[in-house]
């Protein structure tokens, strides 16, 4: 697949750095020399050098035999222009980065497919959702929603009080048969090795386990691990920037009681006089015994999303310090992640790995609808399309031929999920979650075809 990135800035970068390990065909465009110099150095790729709403550089870089045009530069006009220029001069797709909503919410009002724009993400927009359904399922680290929660994946460490620590998969179904999640990828804890599980499989104390649950799932889960979905309402928030402005103004709108610390003058009356049901205090959000003063101990939730990750993670670490249960840090160095579960924050959000996410879907194959990566573990979580003509199809799940790296989590039917065991039939039209690590996916891809 031939693939044009625009923007070899954070975003741009780790999305090359992610599609050159799959050897697609990708051709970076930047007008920044170092930022290039750093991707040729690091990356299997194509760089260019120009102004990527250039006629004469989308030319050079033979956008009229690309596939996918993903314009991600830190410019949403220069996106949004360069997604018209690309689409018109030959680009299959083409996927903008943008950071006004107001450009997603009115979507097909608008019609940009009309001016060459398939696509538009915005990673701040895709933060603070992150955030808000992190709350919603508090009691663990991971989360993510396929079909609006019909199947929802949650990971989780592994506490000596969990009733199944020490029991092998097929132990643990068989003293819990009525259970509805199925657990899809283990890493074990101080490891950096994923184990996709298997009958034999067992659970340690210290597991960091990820699951497939369908409804009723994720309450069973807490119970038999100890844990407890706690309600949040009154949240803090540490940064009044883009992703702290959108999280504040979602989670007030849903009836949270939110207050934000911004240390810049300016942007906290700005945010105050757009937020009217938020709490705007201007100050430094590092300071302990303001933080005290705010009666952060009293705090539900915590989030951290200032401009330097640094901050972010030690801040949490003063609001667990004050008896917050649930902490969120928004990190840009993805080697954060490892030591995240090890010191206690319970989430970490990454805006280029949320962006990577939303973009991969355009570039998987066999009739991929969804698609995250999993925190920390090399492995994909896939929901595909079932065809008639796929390999799948009509097939029991026991007699398919799938790659042992990889799993089945769970079947959406007729908008119900449903935790998919050996007898059961994949029919057409059926949506199939898949946990698959990074070297089976081109197999798994095959049988949905």
């Known amino acids: 697949m031939k693939i044009i990135i625009a923007g070899a800035g954070e975003v741009g970068f780790h999305l090359a750095k992610l599609l050159s390990y799959e050897s697609q065909e990708i051709t970076l465009i930047d007008t920044n020399k170092e930022s290039l110099a750093y991707a040729d150095a690091h990356l299997d790729i194509k ?16 956008v009229d035999n690309n596939d996918l045009f993903i314009a991600v530069t830190s410019s949403e006009t220069t996106n949004i222009t360069a997604c018209a220029l690309a689409k018109r001069l030959g680009s299959k797709k083409t996927i903008a980065r943008i950071s006004n909503t107001e450009f997603i919410n009115h979507k097909d009002e608008v019609g940009f497919t009309k001016f060459g724009i398939d696509e538009l993400i915005s990673p701040e927009s895709l933060a603070a959702s992150e955030i808000e359904l992190s709350l919603k399922q508090s009691s663990f680290n991971d989360t993510y929603e396929f079909e609006e929660g019909a199947l929802t994946m949650v990971g989780l460490n592994l506490s000596r009080s969990a009733l199944f620590v020490g029991k092998t998969v097929k132990e643990a179904a068989a003293i819990f048969p009525e259970i509805h999640f199925v657990p899809i990828a283990i890493q074990r804890f101080g490891t950096q090795y994923t184990i996709i599980p298997r009958g034999d499989t067992k659970f340690k104390r210290g597991d960091n386990v990820v699951f497939i649950t369908s409804e009723g799932g994720a309450e069973e889960l807490c119970r038999l691990t100890g844990k407890t979905n706690r309600e949040i309402r009154d949240v803090m928030i540490l940064g009044g920037t883009k992703i702290g402005f959108k999280a504040a103004r979602d989670l007030s709108e849903k009836g949270f009681n939110v ?13 105050a006089d757009m937020l009217p049901n938020v709490l705007v205090i201007h100050s430094d959000g590092r300071n302990v015994d303001l933080l005290d003063e705010e009666n952060i101990s009293e705090m539900d939730a915590f989030i951290a999303v200032a401009a330097n990750s640094e901050t972010n993670i030690m801040s949490c670490l003063v609001a667990k310090s004050k008896g917050v249960k649930k902490t969120i840090a928004l990190v840009e160095n993805m080697d954060y992640f490892e030591l995240s579960h090890s010191i206690g924050i319970e989430t970490l959000i990454n805006k280029k790995l949320l962006a990577a996410n939303n973009i991969f879907r355009y570039i998987r194959k066999g009739e991929v609808v969804a698609m995250t990566k ?10 595909f399309e079932v065809k008639a003509t796929s390999a799948i199809c009509n097939k029991v799940i026991k007699n398919i031929d799938f790659p042992r790296s990889a799993i089945i989590g ?9 935790i998919a065991l050996g007898d059961f039939k994949i029919q057409e039209g059926d949506r199939v979650v898949v946990c698959s690590l990074l070297q089976s996916i081109k197999g798994v891809e095959k049988l949905f075809r």
């Not at 006629?55 to 033979?62: H, P």
């Not at 207050?259 to 945010?271: G, P, Q, Y």
């Not at 999993?374 to 929901?383: F, G, I, P």
């Not at 769970?410 to 449903?418: C, E, P, T, Y």
């Open 47 to 62: 760089v260019i050098r120009g102004d990527a709403t250039s006629i004469a550089i989308l030319k050079d870089a033979r």
């Open 259 to 271: 207050k934000i610390l911004e240390e810049n003058k300016e942007r906290a009356f700005d945010i």
């Open 374 to 383: 999993l925190s920390n573990m090399n492995a994909e979580l896939l929901e």
């Open 410 to 418: 769970g079947v959406i039917r007729n908008g119900l999920g449903v």
